[in-house]
């Protein structure tokens, strides 16, 4: 069974950082493009961040460009999210997913990643 299992979540200061680590497993998911979004309390779910298969294209969001960074091991079939500089306004659910075998470019769309973590919760004060 495929699956997606998020970690690395927890309570940080402002202007500290947190890693988050996503391990997939169930099939191989290294020509599949992965992704990491977040849903804050009230709020719909929206995009962090995604990497291709190979990790030579890699998108962000404009309120996380600069500060996060996504990367892959494929051998190890897990993706991570390096969260630096964080502020409140990053707090949410963040949530790991994967798009259907075979594809392996990027997208912002949701509704194009077809498995996802249980989510693991961020907590940034002030």
């Known amino acids: 069974q495929e699956q997606l299992v998020e970690s690395g979540g927890g309570l940080v200061q402002a202007g500290g950082s947190l890693r988050l680590s996503c391990a997939a497993s169930?099939?191989?998911?290294?020509?599949?493009?992965m992704g990491w979004f977040r849903q804050a309390p009230g709020k719909g779910r929206e995009f962090v961040a995604t990497t291709s298969w190979n990790g030579d294209s890699i998108n962000y969001a404009d309120s996380v460009k600069g500060r996060f960074i996504i990367s892959r091991d494929n051998a190890k079939n897990t993706l991570a999210l390096q969260m630096n500089s964080l502020k409140p306004e990053d707090t949410a659910v963040y949530y790991c997913?994967?798009?259907?075998?075979?594809?392996?470019?990027?997208?912002?769309?949701?509704?194009?990643?077809?498995?996802w973590g249980q989510g693991t919760q961020v907590t940034v004060s002030s």
């Open positions: 169930g099939r191989d998911f290294s020509a599949t493009a």
């Open positions: 997913a994967a798009r259907r075998p075979g594809y392996g470019t990027t997208t912002k769309s949701l509704h194009e990643y077809a498995i």
